[in-house]
């Protein structure tokens, strides 16, 4: 039966695939970071029931915390976010030897280990609700990047406040057609209990980081460097 979570999901996963047909020369940078994105629906046990209960197929996430929508949702937004910037205009170069084995980049692994090590952290060992242990661990592994590669600086930027301007104005669709879903499947009394036109602050402030520590991650994580297409 369609819920609300999968219904989210899938819109997100319609617009993943726009993105994907008009991109033509993104596709596989959309594909390869949608695939290793979408690992992270299965940290939705972390965030059931502190911070929000949603609806789900067969009920799974009230019964095991995890679910099909989170791997739907994740997907999609990966692939969304890495194509943002410079739609159809960049292309990649592949770092040299030499740049790669520079001293900038001697923590580059540690930067990528640093978001589920700074979250597991403080969601093992402070009473934050996961939610803002994730905004911290997306902001350390934003800075890592921007410090390790400032070259991608104007990505890294872009990528949070265009992803936060179309998360936004897909949650406020999203919240005219279930007015009732933000109150009821999102935990506000463990949370700041500030909306905005109806969407939670904790999920423009998800869209921000999200956008700002992932929408480089292709280019991270392979050693591409970004050139304009004429």
Known sequence: MLNEWLIFSLILLGIWLIVFILNKKSRKEILWTSLFTM????????FVP???????????????????????????????????????KLKHKKMSGKEIHSKRHRFHFLILLS????????????????????????????????LCRPDLKNKILWS?????ALYFVFFLSFNLVYPYAVERFWNLNNLSGILI???????LVFGFLFGLS?????????????????
Do not use: C, Q
């Open 39 to 46: 690992s992270l629906g299965l940290t939705e046990p972390f």
């Open 50 to 88: 502190r911070y929000w209960s949603p609806s789900s197929l067969f009920n799974l996430a009230l019964k095991t915390g995890f679910d099909i929508e989170s791997l739907i949702f994740s997907f999609s937004i990966g692939g969304i976010v890495v194509s943002l910037y410079g739609f159809g």
């Open 115 to 146: 978001l589920p090590i700074t979250f597991l952290l403080l969601y093992y060992f402070t009473k934050l609700n996961p939610i803002y242990s994730s905004f911290i661990a997306m902001a350390v592994l934003a800075v890592g990047t921007l």
């Open 160 to 164: 949070g406040f265009l992803f936060l």
């Open 197 to 203: 036109l109806g969407v939670p602050l904790e999920e």
């Open 214 to 230: 992932w929408g480089s991650i292709y280019e991270y994580i392979k050693w591409y460097k970004l050139l304009k297409n004429n």
